[in-house]
């Protein structure tokens, strides 16, 4: 059974910068697709950003060109930098996984079975 840890968030002016982790272990699955989701209160928990075994990404259209998702396989580890935050992006923020033999990465977070405790993000203006 996956097993995820996630870390890094905390309070940032808008405009600044924070980069989470998530350590992962216990999967099994030679394809999975890895992603950071976030739900701010009175919201659904939406994808932020997904990447595939493979590399390949995808991102939700507000946080394009300010976000990066990256994996250290050999470290089995997911990361999102996130760069150039609004107060917008405020959230709690989860890392999960799940075995995907298909080319493009879901983005909908009932499809992930595996899931962090969450780390929370808080921008200030």
């Known amino acids: 059974q996956a097993q995820l840890v996630a870390s890094g968030g905390g309070s940032v002016q808008s405009g600044g910068s924070l980069r989470l982790s998530c350590a992962a272990s216990?999967?099994?699955?030679?394809?999975?697709?890895m992603g950071w989701f976030r739900q701010a209160p009175g919201t659904e928990r939406e994808g932020v950003a997904v990447?595939?075994?493979?590399?390949?990404?995808r991102y939700t259209d507000s946080v394009k060109g300010r976000f990066t998702i990256s994996q250290d396989n050999a470290k089995n580890t997911l990361y999102l930098q996130m760069n150039s935050l609004k107060t917008e992006d405020t959230a709690m923020y989860y890392c999960?996984?799940?075995?995907?033999?298909?080319?493009?990465?879901?983005?909908?977070?009932?499809?992930?079975?595996?899931w962090g405790q969450g780390t929370q993000v808080t921008v200030s203006s």
């Open positions: 999960a996984v799940r075995g995907w033999s298909g080319a493009i990465c879901p983005t909908y977070s009932l499809l992930y079975n595996y």
């Open positions: 990447i595939h075994s493979d590399g390949r990404t």
């Open positions: 216990g999967y099994t699955d030679s394809t999975v697709c």
